[in-house]
T-cell receptor
Framework: GESVGLHLPTLSVQEGDNSIINCAYS??????FIWYKQESGKGPQFIID?????DKRQGQRVTVLLNKTVKHLSLQIAATQPGDSAVYFC???????????FGKGTLLTVNP | DGGITQSPKYLFRKEGQNVTLSCEQN?????MYWYRQDPGQGLRLIYY???????QKGDIAEGYSVSREKKESFPLTVTSAQKNPTAFYLC?????????????FGQGTRLTVV
């Protein structure tokens, strides 16, 4: 069945380092993959998305990579800052019903 | 300001009661979604709607009901059939994928059964 999951539940990095958060998916029919950031007690915020016909997309300090061969998605955060500490979710949407499905999340902790 | 609004922020329910959570958006978005989030967990899809007067069950629809009578509104009713309703509920809306995928979330409603 459809599933979106994450390899690592927690990630701890030093301020200034680069962070990589990974995600595996199983639905080959998904059209878009999206990364969200959720701070404690708040709703998720959109970070970046990538269409299924792309391999890489860059934003401000973030890069999303899509490897359709192994059904793997990653979010790279450059020069990680304390304000980046949050839970990060990957999500996918696609098929004819536009169902937006989330993975379980990775808690990113940035140490000063 | 444009956005998506959930109310109330906190809600307490007695066992056996139905409660309705409000979700309103003025973004002219077609699709709306309801998710449940338990502590330390991800978001699980309850119901979603692509168009007025139509909606589909998500992964955990049992014990919940929705309506989509207006494009702007997608209320969620937590019925007495939901055995463990205490959770953080999130509503989202988005333009359908032909345009963009960014879903905007409300700030959530924290429901507690007392």
């Amino acid at each position: 069945g459809e599933s979106v999951g994450l390899h690592l539940p927690t990630l701890s990095v030093q301020e200034g380092d680069n962070s990589i958060i990974n995600c595996a998916y199983s639905n080959s029919a998904s059209d878009y993959f999206i990364w969200y950031k959720q701070e404690s007690g708040k709703g998720p915020q959109f970070i970046i998305d990538i269409r299924s016909n792309m391999d890489k997309r860059q934003g401000q300090r973030v890069t999303v990579l899509l490897n359709k061969t192994v059904k793997h998605l990653s979010l790279q955060i450059a020069a990680t800052q304390p304000g980046d500490s949050a839970v990060y979710f990957c999500a996918e949407i696609g098929g004819s019903n536009y169902k937006l499905t989330f993975g379980k999340g990775t808690l990113l902790t940035v140490n000063p | 300001d444009g956005g998506i609004t959930q109310s109330p922020k906190y809600l307490f329910r007695k066992e056996g009661q139905n409660v309705t959570l409000s979700c309103e958006q003025n973004l002219n978005h077609d699709a709306m979604y309801w998710y449940r989030q338990d502590p330390g967990q991800g978001l699980r899809l309850i119901y979603y709607s692509q168009i007025v007067n139509d909606f589909q069950k998500g992964d955990i629809a049992e014990g919940y009901s929705v309506s989509r009578e207006k494009k702007e509104s997608f209320p969620l009713t937590v019925t007495s059939a939901q055995k463990n309703p205490t959770a953080f509920y999130l509503c989202a809306s988005s333009i359908l994928p032909e345009a963009r995928t960014e879903a905007f979330f409300g700030q959530g409603t924290r429901l507690t059964v007392v």
